[in-house]
């Protein structure tokens, strides 16, 4: 089955210690999410790639980064985890569509979060 | 801008009795209206989207949902609820016209269905 598949699902580390969490997709899509989701609330988008093209959410702390080697593969680096990083890690992907353009409204599908802990 | 409204925290619901979760948005265009559900330690699931046409959108799971332009909304219902249909709803947004096909979400609504 195509799907999004994030590693690990539960992730511990250290405060200040750099932490990588992943997220891979056999969907073909060309763009992909980080969402930063704490306690239940909404998910926050913290970044997102069209293809190879980065776009940083204004409010996304440098503290996060992003890589995407290629279409399957995404990484979410966390340089120095501080102990307000803890928090459920979602990746999503969804095919573009155009501004303005008919389609199928492209939904972003989930994978199923990695839960970060820093102790 | 577009914005969501999830106007209750949580819903309280007897088993077999029918649901409903509100949702209300605002965008400057036209909507594309989503809805999804989260269990607890998992990511969101999809359940159903609104793009064009009916107004009256059948999802998974036996949920539905009613656009209704004139009043903003996109209620998520079902006609029987399930001890199992117990979890996080979110609802979502995006403009036709948004750039970066990014979705705002509600606040979410916790639903608990009692035996």
């Known amino acids: 089955d195509a799907m999004v598949i994030q590693n690990p699902r539960y992730q511990v580390t250290q405060f200040g210690k750099p932490v990588t969490l992943s997220c891979s997709q056999t969907l073909n899509h060309n763009v992909m999410y980080w969402y930063q989701q704490k306690s239940s609330q909404a998910p926050k988008l913290l970044f997102h790639?069209?293809?190879?093209?980065?776009?940083n959410e204004a409010d996304t702390p440098d503290n996060f980064q992003s890589r995407r080697p290629n279409t399957s593969f995404c990484f979410l680096d966390i340089r120095s985890p501080g102990l307000g990083d803890a928090a459920m890690y979602l990746c999503?992907?969804?095919?573009?569509?155009?501004?303005?353009?008919?389609?199928?409204?492209?939904?972003?599908?989930f994978g199923p979060g990695t839960r970060l802990l820093v102790l | 801008a577009q914005s969501v409204a999830q106007p209750e925290d949580q819903v309280n619901v007897a088993e077999g009795n029918p649901l409903t979760v509100k949702c209300t948005y605002s965008?400057?265009?036209?909507?594309?209206l989503f809805w999804y559900v989260q269990y607890p330690n998992r990511g969101l699931q999809f359940l159903l989207k609104y793009i064009t046409g009916d107004n009256l959108v059948k999802g998974s799971y036996g949920f539905e949902a009613e656009f209704n332009k004139s009043q903003t909304s996109f209620h998520l219902k079902k006609p029987s609820a399930l001890v199992s249909d117990s979890a996080l709803y979110f609802c979502?947004?995006?403009?036709?016209?948004?750039?970066?096909?990014?979705?705002?979400f509600g606040g979410g609504t916790r639903l608990m269905v009692k035996p």
């Open positions: 979502a947004v995006r403009d036709k016209y948004n750039a970066g096909n990014m979705l705002t």
């Open positions: 999503a992907t969804s095919r573009y569509q155009a501004p303005g353009t008919s389609g199928a409204g492209e939904t972003q599908y």
């Open positions: 965008v400057s265009g036209n909507p594309y």
């Open positions: 790639y069209y293809d190879k093209d980065f776009n």
